[in-house]
């Protein structure tokens, strides 16, 4: 079965200090891993989508990499602002081709 | 990306009741889904809402618990039925299909408490 690990469950940093999460995955063959950011009492909001391994994107403080056992989100110089929980998905073999297998996520403070 | 509603936003609801889950997206998309959202665990794939027949559930999900309507491309809903605690979690829509990827957007999600 394909299965996410995030990790770590929390963090918690000082604004302008950068750190990475990670999303560990075991699929066969991956069809697409997904990072979303979700506040709280919201829904997940969609951020990036990584298709195979050396492949990166970035938007604003943040960037994704892949690799093929994991992915990465590195955020730099992080704001307050950031603070959410961050969720990584990858997409499964399914009958509607979109099914999501999402990780528990890592909820990161960022304090002034 | 899509602008995505729910209601209700939240709700109480005595065990043994049923409550109806209204998803409504601002322009026709081909994928909806359901999710459901419990503390400290993933978020969880439901079922997939199909226009015009069944919806496609997920292992350990099924429709006599989770009914599911998809009457037109703009329009879902989700009865969570026979509720007792354990069904208290949150409870999202998301739709696919829309930039010609596979990712999704969420509605902003319905918290049920069951007592």
């Known amino acids: 079965e394909d299965q996410v690990t995030q990790s770590p469950e929390a963090l918690r940093l000082q604004e302008g200090e950068s750190s990475s999460l990670n999303c560990s995955y075991t699929?066969?063959?991956?069809?697409?891993l997904f990072w979303y950011r979700q506040d709280p009492g919201k829904g997940p909001e969609f951020l990036f989508t990584?298709?195979?391994a050396g492949e990166e994107k970035e938007k604003e403080r943040l960037k994704a990499t892949l690799t093929k056992k994991e992915s990465f989100l590195h955020i730099t110089a992080p704001k307050p602002e950031d603070s959410a929980t961050y969720l990584c998905a990858v997409r499964r073999n399914s009958n509607s081709g979109y099914a999501l297998n999402f990780g528990k996520g890592t909820s990161l403070l960022v304090t002034p | 990306s899509a602008v995505i509603s729910q209601k209700p936003s939240r709700d109480i609801c005595q065990r043994g009741t049923s409550l109806t889950i209204q998803c409504q997206v601002d322009?026709?998309?081909?994928?909806m889904f359901w999710y459901r959202q419990q503390p400290g665990q993933s978020l969880t794939l439901i079922a997939t809402a199909n226009q015009g027949s069944e919806a496609t559930y997920e292992s350990g999900f099924v429709i006599d618990k989770f009914p599911i309507s998809r009457p037109n491309l703009t329009f879902s809903t989700l009865t969570v039925s026979n509720m007792s605690p354990e069904d208290s979690s949150i409870y999202l829509c998301?739709?696919?299909?829309?930039?010609?990827?596979?990712?999704?957007?969420f509605g902003p999600g319905t918290r049920l408490t069951v007592t």
């Open positions: 990584l298709y195979s």
């Open positions: 322009s026709q998309v081909t994928m």
């Open positions: 699929v066969s063959g991956l069809r697409g």
């Open positions: 998301s739709v696919g299909g829309r930039t010609g990827g596979y990712e999704q957007y």
